[in-house]
């Protein structure tokens, strides 16, 4: 029996470029990559070099402030490149991918004998530790803590976002098997959040073991820290974990056959794509193997992820250790003059500045033009509008800037991560990069207080 939580704040952004559903095997790319960007926080401490060969679960590298966190190859090969950025930062981890991939071996056993001790050391060794991460700061969890209750969030309502139900269709006994392995390591209760809209695949509706809640309303209905907020809100000190559907199949799979599988079904989406759909390929792909010869001409912005939370990326970059979903937009840089002016029946708006707040059901060909430049951040409402949680975004943002810490506190730093808030940075009239702000608060909480 699941309860239904109604959120009534926020805003659904119609783009075109829905994915259908279709599965499509993509060919081998020839590349795959780690990014330690992908990890808020985590300094990498190589454990390979150029030209190494490995296997699909080699560690690649490690983190230094957590030595017994590991990072590893999602397929077999060649270690091609370790790509620098500033100060030699490491920013990716490039793999030469075997034609057929082979595997490292790691621990199998039954789930119901296992201690926790034991699953958490087959999950750290085999490089599936990052794929729970925590609440507060949106982190990879710390092996030393225990969470007083995990989420694993089974609907998505960022724009074009891919469909949990299709990413892990025919996978039920995997998906079980890591919902039990997780719960190895709480005391807690393992949450399951549904959309009440649609019933839910049976992979999800069907699994023991698990509480679960289902939502309704506008994005960010999906974020799992809307859901945290309001099924069990973080207070000073607590801890609670969070998993991707996918990633909880990987962690099934570990402890069925000892590999690391790092398969994942992969959207590509967006006005610029056609005939958007879904792909098998593995974490870390090669973009350009997915989306090669299904491209509109001009001027694109590649985003690992969504439109609202996901990273700019280069044609033939890599899509992001969490993400399922990749979008092709216009990049927007041709101006058009007093488009101020228009009626705007083709332009999306969250007021009725534009004569397109008629066409309710409009899908929109949206670019990544900001249409303007920062200006005073001021009060104006507009953020209130869009985030269903009980905190003041406006002064949790001036606390960040003036970095005070106890404000920030007292103002709810904890609850909150970048996709929570990335509505706020999209209506924002003075074009304030919300996300960047709050990555930059919450990182003066960790070295202030860890």
């Not at 999602?74 to 057929?100: C, F, H, M, N, Y």
């Not at 296992?114 to 060794?125: D, G, P, T, W």
């Not at 390929?281 to 509109?296: E, M, P, Q, Y």
């Not at 929570?420 to 960047?436: G, H, N, P």
Request: aromatic residues 10%.
């Amino acid at each position: 029996m699941s309860n239904t939580i109604r959120i009534r704040k926020g805003l659904n952004i119609r783009l075109l470029g829905k994915a259908e559903k279709i599965y499509t095997k993509a060919a081998m790319a020839d590349t795959y990559a780690v990014k330690p960007t992908d990890f808020p926080g985590v300094i990498p401490k190589m454990l390979v070099k150029e030209g190494e060969s490995v296997k699909a679960g080699t560690a690649l590298f490690f983190d230094k402030y957590q030595p017994e966190v590991m990072f590893a190859s999602p397929v077999s090969g060649t270690v091609q490149e370790i790509k620098r950025g500033e100060r030699r930062r490491i920013l990716e981890v490039i793999i030469k991918a075997d034609t057929e991939i082979s595997y490292e071996k790691f621990e199998v056993g039954d789930l119901s004998s296992m201690s926790a001790e034991e699953v958490r050391e087959n999950l750290l060794k085999s490089g599936l530790w990052p794929s729970i991460r925590q609440r507060p700061y949106a982190v990879i969890a710390k092996p030393v803590s225990k969470p007083k209750s995990i989420f694993i969030p089974c609907f998505d309502t960022a724009p074009l976002a891919a469909d949990p139900d299709f990413l892990v269709k025919d996978n039920k006994e995997d998906f079980q098997m890591g919902v039990d392995a997780l719960k190895k390591l709480t005391d807690g209760k393992i949450n399951l959040t549904l959309s009440e809209d649609y019933q839910g695949a049976d992979v999800f509706t069907k699994a023991k073991g698990v509480e679960f809640h289902r939502f309704s309303g506008p994005h960010p209905a999906g974020s799992v820290g809307v859901q945290i907020h309001h099924i069990d809100p973080i207070n000073k000190g607590e801890i609670v974990w969070y998993v991707d559907p996918q990633h909880v199949i990987s962690i099934g799979k570990l402890f069925k056959s000892g590999h690391y599988d790092a398969s994942r079904i992969v959207a590509v989406t967006g006005s610029e794509v056609e005939r958007p759909r879904y792909y098998k390929t593995f974490s870390g792909v090669d973009i350009s193997a997915l989306h090669a010869n299904r491209v509109k001409e001009g001027s694109l912005r590649y985003i690992s992820g969504n439109v609202l939370t996901g990273t700019q990326i280069e044609s033939n970059g890599y899509n992001g250790y969490y993400d399922s979903q990749i979008t092709i937009i216009p990049e927007g840089d041709d101006y058009e003059f007093l488009g101020w002016a228009s009626p705007g029946f083709g332009k999306f708006s969250t007021s009725r500045t534009f004569w397109s707040w008629l066409s309710s059901g409009k899908r929109y060909r949206l670019n990544a033009n900001y249409h303007g430049g920062e200006r005073a951040f001021v009060m104006t409402g507009e953020y209130e509008k869009v985030l269903p949680m009980d905190i003041l975004p406006v002064h949790l943002l001036k606390a960040i800037l003036a970095e005070d810490i106890d404000k920030m506190e007292q103002l709810g730093i904890y609850e909150v991560a970048e996709e929570d808030m990335a509505l706020c940075e999209f209506v924002c009239t003075s074009k304030i990069e919300v996300q960047s702000i709050l990555r930059k608060g919450i990182d003066l909480m960790i070295k202030e207080l860890g």
